[in-house]
């Protein structure tokens, strides 16, 4: 089965039995991954792009929308493997799901529901001011995150799979009211620094927010016109970027730091545990994404640390 003059043919396998799915007839040479995923999805409608990984070898990595089938190391009759993603959902929709639920849910104890700590009159408020700031910094912490999900970000992957979402909301949300409820306790206990305490951490909060919000702004110029294709992020005359200096994540630098200043604010162990759990997570995260860039970009600046700078 040759391949015609100018043109490729297209066998796409299933993944794990090897079983024969579709062939692409007269396929452009200059074909991109995303075209070819669009071919598939008209023989198979329930199979939407975002649903398909397409790979050379069937263990190995999908291939990216972008890629061009004459690039591939394949001939005129290229073999491709097919695995089902399952159900998927856009990230826009999961951003929104995850930090809307902490939002209201800190409410629910902020405003002292009957149901969470009972109907005692003495249970109604708070006589500690910390504890509405508090809820001020946490409420600004989740709006800002939505701002930036509507505005802001450009997301590489435009989906997941649908069955992460319960798993990511469970964390978000869960960890949302067991702080929630110990912050707005009737038996909660102020910093035991009082005012210079919590002073201090409200500084550092806003500017670790600061920082977060001009990072995340950086990395969406670099895909300003749409583009997918990674880029160095670098500096810009924005002193919070000035971190890009040393770091390749600056934006997880800066959201453990707003989550440490959480932490000194309200002096609060559950607090504390959930930073040093978004402190691991980002730490994954952002030794991954140094990882990439390393392996992308040869020119890729060798002073910078996944997170930490000089250390981590």
């Not at 409608?45 to 999908?62: E, F, M, N, T, V």
């Not at 306790?185 to 927010?209: D, R, W």
Request: hydrophobic share 40%; net charge positive.
């Amino acid at each position: 089965m040759g391949g015609r003059a100018g043109f490729f043919e297209v066998e796409i396998l299933d993944w794990k039995t090897k079983k024969p799915l579709c062939f692409l007839d007269k396929v452009e040479p200059n074909a991109t991954i995303r075209e070819i995923r669009l071919m598939f999805h008209k023989s198979y409608p329930r199979w939407y792009p975002a649903r398909q990984s397409i790979k050379l070898d069937p263990k190995g990595k999908s291939l990216r929308d972008e890629e061009i089938l004459q690039h591939l190391p394949v001939g005129t009759t290229a073999t491709l493997y097919f695995k089902d993603l399952g159900p998927q959902i856009g990230w826009t929709t999961v951003f929104l799901i995850e930090y809307t639920g902490p939002l209201f849910i800190y409410f629910l104890f902020y405003f002292r529901m009957p149901f969470v700590y009972g109907l005692d009159e003495r249970f109604t408020s708070s006589p500690h001011p910390v504890v509405n700031l508090a809820c001020i910094c946490h409420s600004f912490h989740y709006i800002k995150r939505l701002i930036e999900t509507v505005f802001v970000h450009r997301f590489s992957h435009g989906t997941m799979p649908l069955r992460n979402i319960v798993k990511n909301c469970l964390y978000y949300w869960g960890f949302a009211a067991w702080l929630a409820y110990y912050i707005n306790h009737p038996l909660y206990t102020p910093p035991s620094y009082g005012k210079k305490q919590i002073n201090f951490a409200v500084i550092m909060f806003l500017l670790c927010e600061a920082g977060n919000f001009s990072i995340h702004v950086a990395l969406s110029d670099l895909r300003r016109n749409g583009s997918k294709t990674r880029k160095i992020p670098y500096p810009t005359k924005n002193p919070f970027t000035w971190l890009f200096f040393f770091v390749s994540c600056p934006n997880y630098t800066y959201e453990v730091g707003t989550w440490i200043s959480f932490t000194i604010m309200t002096q609060c162990v559950p607090v504390g545990l959930f930073t040093l759990l978004c402190f691991i997570q980002m730490t994954i995260w952002a030794k991954d994404k140094h990882c990439t860039y390393l392996r992308e970009f040869k020119d890729y600046p060798s002073l910078r640390m996944p997170i930490i700078p000089f250390l981590l």
